[in-house]
């Protein structure tokens, strides 16, 4: 549920960047969000157009790209997704370590009309 | 009029750590060792605290910025237990502090007068995991009545604290907390963070709990001390 706060945050950085482009308006943004980013698209698109009436991004859609979790077994030396409810490699069953993977939360690129 | 397609790459949370690390200079120049406490609903964020200051006696002044959806309630336990300095902040239904909420609240907080500084985060393991507020410290509390599979359901918190206190350990044997199931899932996610098993209601374990707060804010004076020789002005 902070997908509010988030919106601002990224209203903010939107506005600021397309004004500085001379933008008109703004029509997409391309985010990467990482499965640990904790991010629901529907609620972030949803707070997005709740703040952007009246704003160079009123409308713009937002372009989600996933990124996800990793782990990397030391044994077999390989990386694997985690099965749910499970962070064992699923080859050998040792204990992995998690990567940085899945971290994200950037603006990739924005489309703007000018 | 033409469409354009431009590459940016910005982290959309840039601004709020960019706050934070203003509060974190703040803290350490104070000599500060400020936490960020983030646990669920109930798992005992006030009761850690109230009982933390009582096992650290003399050895440290502690503050408290509370966060909570609204009310004082925390605020005035804390006072009453001893704390040298406490700051309400309602978040008005945010899920959250963020390190803007912090900065406000620091310039009503008696810095001078403080040792270690507890964040109370509003009680929630998802949202207060990605803001940054400016602590040494990212505090996970867990508690054994929640289960040995927090860790499996709310890994992103388990990853990025710090230092993880297990509390309710009096309970293990009551709610079936399977220990291996627990430290196997949290290391997996996060190989360093030490791992303090107490009892807010019985009082173990937090001797050693305390201590080890002592040793890392002694290890923050060192470095504020060190900042100060650098540049004496800042203070």
Known sequence: ?114 | MSVQHVKIVKNVLAGNDQAAERNRARFTAAGILALNVIAAPGAGKTSLIVKTMAALGDRARVGVIEGDIAGSIDTEKVLAAGAWDAVQINTGGNCHLEAGMVQRALDDLNLDRLDIVFIENVGNLVCPTHWALGEQIKLCLPSTAEGHDKPIKYPEIFAVCDVIVLNKIDLIELVDFDRDFFYKAVRALNPRAPIFEISCRTGAGLAAWAGWLVDRHLEIEAAARRLNQLSPHIV
């Open chain 1, 1 to 114: 549920m902070h997908e509010l706060s988030i919106a601002s945050y990224l209203l903010d950085s939107v506005e600021d960047q397309a004004r500085q482009l001379g933008a008109q308006r703004v029509l997409a943004i391309n985010l990467v969000a990482g499965e640990r980013a904790g991010i629901v698209d529907e609620a972030l698109q949803f707070s997005f157009d709740l703040l952007t009436a009246e704003t160079l991004a009123e409308g713009a859609r937002i372009n989600v790209r996933r990124t996800f979790m990793c782990f990397h077994c030391a044994p077999c030396d390989c990386e694997y997704s985690p099965k749910v409810g499970d962070f064992n490699c699923p080859n050998c069953g040792a204990v992995g370590q998690l990567t940085a993977d899945g971290t994200e939360l950037l603006i990739e690129s924005i489309e703007i009309e000018t």
